[in-house]
């Protein structure tokens, strides 16, 4: 298929979004990167899908932009409030901005973030983290990923 790179141990977890069909939005026959593209959180043309298996049930999924087995893909990611997000990595860098809700973001070996809406935050590549989105509002993340967009869970270091 598109990916002869991952291996056995990574399959479950990788390119999950093609694998268990998250759509990707199509605009007629246009290329995306010839039309601009405009989405709100609660956009209804939005598709939104099941996250990997490691991830609370209630959690969402939608590609934006990009194909998420391709380079450069850019997702919505929705949390229910009060939900944990168990620690992992990604091959790729990613760039977020939260949209919505309140999310705590921990990388390993360094300190809890807070993020409120409109912050910004860089995650290097294969580096663990894990999160939480607080009590009250659902978490809407606008993550854009440089290589393939994947997530292999892991189990979080002592005091981590």
């Not at 956009?43 to 969402?60: N, Y």
């Not at 993020?115 to 978490?139: F, I, N, Q, T, V």
Request: overall charge negative; glycine content about 6%; hydrophobic content about 40%.
């Amino acid at each position: 298929m598109c990916c002869p790179r991952l291996d056995a141990r990574r399959s479950a977890a990788v390119l999950w979004a093609l694998l268990i069909g998250i759509p990707v939005l199509t605009f007629a026959e246009e290329p995306k990167s010839s039309r601009p593209l405009v989405f709100t959180a609660d956009d209804p043309r939005l598709e939104w899908g099941p996250c990997p298996e490691f991830l609370p049930a209630e959690c969402r999924l939608t590609v934006l932009q990009g194909n998420p087995a391709a380079q450069n893909a850019d997702v919505f990611l929705r949390l229910p409030p009060g939900s944990a997000i168990p620690h992992h990595w990604h091959t790729s860098a990613e760039r977020m901005v939260l949209v919505s809700g309140e999310l705590h973001l921990t990388y390993d070996g360094h300190d809890k973030t807070i993020l409120r809406p409109g912050a910004y935050a860089y995650g290097p590549a294969k580096l663990p983290h894990r999160g939480s989105c607080a009590a009250g509002d659902p978490c809407v993340l606008f993550i854009a990923f440089e290589q393939p967009v994947d997530a292999v869970p892991t189990k979080a270091a002592p005091g981590q």
